[in-house]
């Protein structure tokens, strides 16, 4: 399994020590553990979409830098990097990456804030997973913006030196995720009724976990 680890690693790219990262993280909780303690990335000089070794190296990550981690590490590990986008209206995307155990469904996220992390392997199939995460995706008018998910993306399908040890943002690959196939989670006349947080609500999402 070791060697199988090594040979893996070499075909996408990896030194020595990035492996010696991502090997150590052979569950999905370890995973999230380790993705959940990288610094929030802030995007002080704009935009990014880091690859894997550039978020090792800057120790920093958003959601979808995180859920490329989370994805090579999940590969190397054994299991398929799939990767599931989440649209909302007048809000950003959130990109979670997605696992298996025992047939359900789980993900993991990274999210500054206490709503959009976690989901243990509880989900029969990606819409009761998506579902999941509608209450409490809420954008700055205070109201719910979910809208629809995407089919589980599968990044060994892409060049590894697009989202592995690319040293620039990993557009091209977050531009496909983008255009992957999405399925609605609610209809139009769900939207308008959906009832905004309230006050505790408001209160809770206020919560960072890195500032």
Not at 50 to 60: F, I, T
Not at 152 to 177: G, H, I, K, M, Y
Request: proline share 4%; aromatic share 8%; glycine share 4%.
């Amino acid at each position: 399994m070791i060697e199988k680890n090594l040979s893996l690693g070499q075909k996408l790219g990896l030194t020595s020590s990035e492996m010696a990262i991502l090997v150590r993280l052979r569950t999905p909780e370890k995973i999230q553990d380790y993705i959940s303690s990288l610094k929030s990335n802030k995007e002080l000089a704009g935009d990014t979409c880091l690859s894997v070794r550039e978020v090792l190296r800057q120790d920093h990550a958003h959601c979808i830098e995180a859920a490329f981690v989370a994805a090579a590490a999940l590969w190397i590990n054994g299991q398929p990097p799939l990767l599931m986008d989440m649209k909302a209206k007048g809000d950003c995307d959130h990109v979670v990456t997605l696992f298996r155990h025992r047939g359900f469904w789980g993900a993991i996220s990274k999210s500054n804030h206490v709503w959009l992390r976690w989901r243990d392997p509880v989900y029969r199939n990606l819409r009761e997973l998506a579902m999941s995460y509608l209450h409490e995706y809420v954008s700055d008018a205070n109201r719910i913006s979910l809208r629809s998910y995407s089919v589980p993306f599968d990044l060994r399908r892409q060049d590894p030196a697009l989202w592995v040890t690319n040293s620039e943002s990993c557009w091209d690959v977050a531009w496909d995720l983008d255009q992957s196939r999405h399925y609605p989670l609610i209809t139009p006349a769900q939207a308008r009724r959906m009832r905004p947080h309230d006050s505790m609500e408001v209160l809770a999402g206020k919560l960072l976990e890195h500032t």
